[in-house]
């Protein structure tokens, strides 16, 4: 919980960490008024090693350095390469909606919503093509440029050309 002696909002935060499969990577242009925004559907991994279960879940991108990372990753997807990705996802809720369409048209369903927050580390088709570093490990001697030039965003490539 965020707190403070002034004025300011107090809140309470949900976060959800796991690892799931990136999919459905696309920029949204809402309707009307609002900017558009980053969006990817991640297939969240649980249950057993030797019976995996999914759960989907629909998500704002929200960080900027996961914004940068997705956007980086979402080639890859399109090639259908197997994008495997460390998370913490904030703020999770159920969005109750009907079918408009195939066999289940009509019918109610429900999707799982969030705020994509921070990506610790991802593979392509096994390979780890980037990992965050750890807060400690910022070396307080640098220069702003070069942290910038260092950022682990741009430490590694995404993924190697054939």
């Known amino acids: 919980m965020s707190t403070s002696h002034t004025s300011e909002a107090k809140f309470f935060d949900l976060h959800t960490t796991g690892i799931g499969y990136l999919n459905r990577i696309r920029e949204v242009k809402p309707r009307g008024k609002g900017k558009p925004f980053m969006a990817v559907a991640i297939a969240a991994l649980h249950g ?4 995996v279960e999914y759960s989907y879940i629909d998500c704002n991108v929200v960080g900027t350095d996961a914004e940068k990372l997705i956007r980086r990753c979402q080639e890859a ?3 259908g390469k197997k994008v495997l990705a460390g998370f913490r996802i ?3 809720w159920a969005d109750a909606f009907t079918y408009e369409k195939g066999d289940k048209k009509g019918l109610p369903g429900a999707s799982l919503k969030g705020r994509l927050l921070f ?3 991802i593979k392509v088709d096994g390979e780890t093509v980037y990992e965050a570093k ?3 490990s910022v070396d307080p001697d640098n220069s702003d440029r070069d942290s910038a030039r260092n950022s682990p965003i741009s430490d590694v490539p995404l ?4």
Do not use: N, R, Y
């Open 48 to 51: 057993s090693t030797d019976e």
């Open 77 to 79: 997807v399109d090639a």
């Open 90 to 92: 904030g703020d999770i």
């Open 119 to 121: 990506i610790s580390w």
């Open 134 to 136: 750890p807060k400690d």
């Open 159 to 162: 993924h190697q050309s054939a």
